[in-house]
């Protein structure tokens, strides 16, 4: 299926957009979802999500009641490439202008896009409103040269989880193509110069479910010990290769010493190590990322409750269960 057949041409920069399928709008959800409605453009307004600024401290009464539950789980985004394509099998791709204006519409719905390590930090404080999370997965090139000017330009930050074993190489496992090309080790440390962080997507992109367990601590340990070599960091994320992870997977990033693992699906094993993100593709506008916002919500309403007492479970998020994500992460 080709997700840019229901595209219609792009909206002037400073256009409201009519609610459509893949199209955007400026107010279109409701007070108490992603922003506030009936805002005017461009200019965040505070509410339920309203982001927070190093200025407000907590200080606010408006931050201070917004942050004060956390009856639901943050918002993750979940991107791979960003780059201008005519064949794109796995649906991984996101054109350049779709995602501009998908960034667009977050900053006018009063949103913030953050690092994963941001959104956890401001989780821990009970203060992530306003806060989604974005990450971008495999750790193409093309990140570094259409998604971080467009991040930068709003004052948004992300999580690029990089394939330790594979710098500078390309997206091999990917039978159909096309190929496109990883950052190395170089372009690693100027997105982590830039400000975004650097997370650990394994070694070789296999699915981790079905390796030994030696191979598992190479995947989540060794992966870990190359990217902060790289980066002169300490590296607090890792993100499950195609979403698969089952009770052995999770305790082995925990034991790794992560900090935090990104799943793609609410499961049994949905926790700190486990965190459901949103797919995004080519076709997402203001109106279908609501709707896949309600349907996570619904999944997992729990989703940053802990992991104690969360029985273990067979292998999560195999690719293909969901619609839209044919390869997955």
């Known amino acids: 299926m080709d997700y840019r057949a229901d595209h219609r041409a792009a909206p002037a920069e400073d256009s409201t957009v009519e609610l459509g399928t893949g199209e955007l709008s400026t107010g279109e959800l409701s007070t108490g979802e992603w922003g506030t409605g009936n805002q005017v453009q461009g200019e965040p307004r505070a509410g339920r999500w309203r982001p927070a600024t190093g200025r407000e401290n907590g200080s606010s009464p408006a931050v ?97 989880f990089v394939i330790a074993g594979r710098l500078g190489g390309d997206n091999g496992w990917d039978e159909r193509g096309p190929r496109k090309d990883l950052m190395t080790a170089r372009q690693v440390r100027e997105v982590a110069a830039a400000g975004m ?93 609501r709707a896949k916002r309600l349907r996570q919500r619904l999944a997992c309403r729990n989703a940053l409750a802990g992991d104690a007492g969360v029985p273990a479970g067979p292998a999560v998020a195999l690719a293909g269960t969901q619609p839209g994500l044919r390869r997955s992460a």
């Open 64 to 160: 201070r009641r917004s942050c004060a539950g956390q009856d639901q789980a943050p918002l993750v985004l979940m991107y791979h490439s960003i780059t201008p394509y005519t064949e794109d099998p796995y649906l991984v791709t996101v054109s350049p202008e779709r995602f501009r204006r998908q960034v667009r519409w977050l900053h006018r719905q009063g949103l913030r896009g953050v690092s994963m390590a941001a959104l956890m930090a401001a989780r821990q404080r009970q203060c992530e409103a306003g806060l989604v999370g974005l990450t971008f997965d495999d750790g193409y090139d093309d990140f570094r040269r259409y998604a971080l000017p467009v991040l930068l330009r709003y004052g948004f930050t992300a999580t690029a």
């Open 197 to 289: 962080e650097i997370g650990s997507h394994g070694l070789r992109h296999v699915t981790l479910t079905e390796t030994t367990d030696l191979a598992l601590q190479r995947e989540q340990l060794r992966s870990r010990e190359i990217l902060q070599d790289v980066t002169g960091s300490e590296v607090a994320g890792f993100c499950y290769p195609y979403g698969s992870l089952d009770r052995r997977v999770l305790d082995g990033v925990r034991g790794a010493g992560y900090e935090y693992g990104c799943a793609i699906w609410a499961s049994e094993l949905t926790g700190r190590y486990a965190l459901p993100r949103v797919y995004v593709g080519e076709a997402d506008g203001g109106a279908r990322l």
